[in-house]
């Protein structure tokens, strides 16, 4: 019997102004537009292969070598049920084409780094499994209509099927058909900006996204204030600053938004901390490189988890990369090992 194969890769993304919160669980919209840099290293990917087959008895999906339960995935199941009706349009149009969405599928997904650890692990996953079944079934859609499936897996993963400086518009339709990712500018629209990241910890976080952005939406009242009056305005500031080249600004806002981010964490009952010692240090240093600089030439920024992404410009990184050595705890081992538990490992990027 026939076996269909398709592969992908989907880069990871850093949102520069934090998604956080949802205004319907189900179809994941969020409750404020987001913005996000797609990581380009091969060292932050998801790489997923999806085969279809009528000799398939049911769906399954194995990350990392392990099988994960299917049936229990709410967000896998939305993400599959919608691109099979996508092929089932395609076939009812052109009746020679194999019925592939009749056909049960088998997704092997893999990432080479730590996973659920606040790196967008689910982001780059989410849109690695959305762009091979694509692939798979041969849709012609394009990345903004694709970004509204990767949205049902995770809220993020929309952000990850497009390259360079990425915008999540959350729309305002109850169906979701308006809130998806929008490409503000590509890499070569501002490439000489590159990421360094921290790994302070490669363990799994003790409070996933899902389940603390919910606690926030609920309890917080500083996250009123956030989506009501400060991330409307400060999409468009940011956007503007991409597309003006304006590294001071955008730096200063990704800097201000994931302090904000973090403030409603703890604002959240009971609170959430993901920022640990070592990430307080690293946002000390990089205050002090900048005071030091007389400008801003480093912005850090924190997602669900310890780790720290600091965004500068290639012209600077003597200066960050030498500050960050020197200022870090562990700092002569950033740069050269492997991630672990324990350990301070950089990876030193470059952007999709
Ligand atoms: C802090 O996309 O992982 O990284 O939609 O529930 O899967 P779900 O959440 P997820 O949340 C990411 C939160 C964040 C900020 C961001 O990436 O914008």
Not at 164 to 184: H, N, P, R, T
């Amino acid at each position: 019997m026939p076996v269909f194969v398709a592969s992908a890769k989907a880069p990871v993304n850093i949102a520069t102004l934090k998604y956080w919160g949802k205004r319907d669980t189900k179809l994941n919209l969020p409750t404020n537009s987001s913005i996000s840099v797609t990581l380009s290293t091969d060292d932050l990917a998801a790489y997923t292969t999806a085969t279809a087959s009528p000799a398939y008895k049911d769906d399954s999906l194995v990350l990392n070598g392990i099988p994960e339960p299917i049936e229990q995935s709410a967000r896998l199941s939305a993400c599959l049920r919608e691109l099979r009706a996508l092929r089932a349009a395609l076939e009812q149009a052109d009746s020679s084409l194999p019925p592939l969405s009749s056909y049960h599928v088998h997704v092997f997904s893999k990432n080479n780094f730590p996973t659920a650890a606040g790196l967008a692990s689910s982001a780059a996953g989410f849109a690695a499994l959305v762009r091979a079944v694509a692939n798979l079934f041969e849709l012609p859609q394009s990345p903004e209509e694709l970004s509204r499936i990767a949205r049902q897996g995770s809220g993020s993963a929309c952000r990850s099927l497009m390259g360079g400086f990425v915008g999540w518009e959350m729309g305002s339709k109850d169906d979701g058909s308006d809130s998806l990712a929008v490409q503000i500018a590509p890499k070569s629209h501002w490439p000489t900006i590159k990421a360094a990241i921290l790994v302070i910890s490669a363990q799994k976080k003790d409070i996933s996204s899902t389940s603390g952005m919910q606690t926030t939406v609920k309890t917080s009242s500083l996250f009123q204030h956030r989506i009501q009056n400060v991330v409307p305005r400060r999409y468009e500031e940011m956007k503007n600053a991409i597309l003006n080249h304006d590294f001071e600004l955008f730096a200063t806002l990704t800097m201000a938004d994931s302090n904000q981010f973090h403030a409603v964490c703890l604002d959240s009952m009971p609170p959430i901390f993901y920022m640990n010692d070592a990430s307080r240090q690293a946002i000390r240093a990089v205050e002090e490189l900048n005071r030091a600089a007389g400008k801003t030439i480093a912005a850090y920024t924190f997602d669900a988890g310890p780790n720290c992404v600091i965004y500068y410009q290639q012209e600077d990184e003597q200066a960050v990369l030498g500050l960050l050595r020197t200022a870090v705890p562990d700092a002569d081992k950033w740069t050269s090992t492997n991630a672990s538990a324990s350990l301070l490992h950089g990876y030193n990027t470059e952007l999709l």
